[in-house]
Nanobody, 123 residues
Framework: QVQLVESGGGLVQAGGSLRLSCATT????????MGWFRQAPGKERDFVAA???????YYTESVKGRFTISRGNAKNTVYLQMNSLKPEDTAVYYC?????????????????WGQGTQVTVDS
């Protein structure tokens, strides 16, 4: 069983930055595919970024060049650095871990989820 705990959300002005963290339990962090998703009020939970075990990073088009996903393997933690934030980035951000591969952007590829952290970008 894997537990995921997100932190780092908050309120920020448009153009500002936040860094989200997702701490995981378990001793096999390096074998997990890690992803970030977000869900705005009244909308689906959408893919944001992923860090696959092969070392590649993937991003949804709207955050490319602004967000960076990284892994701190020594701390069993995955990060999402978010720069140049926009009001449309406002959402609850969820961390997810997957062990079975599949599509990086599909929720079905992830077996474990955190409770989420709120990010609000004020215009």
């Amino acid at each position: 069983q894997v537990q995921l705990v997100e932190s780092g959300g908050g309120l920020v002005q448009a153009g500002g930055s936040l860094r989200l963290s997702c701490a995981t339990t378990g001793r096999t962090f390096t074998t997990y595919n890690m992803g970030w998703f977000r869900q705005a009020p009244g909308k689906e939970r959408d893919f944001v970024a992923a860090s696959w075990t092969g070392g590649r990073a993937y991003y949804t088009e709207s955050v490319k060049g602004r967000f960076t996903i990284s892994r701190g393997n020594a701390k069993n933690t995955v990060y999402l650095q978010m720069n140049s934030l926009k009001p449309e980035d406002t959402a609850v951000y969820y961390c997810a871990a997957g062990v079975n591969g599949g599509s990086t952007s599909s929720r079905a590829s992830y077996n474990y989820w955190g409770q989420g952290t709120q990010v609000t970008v004020d215009s």
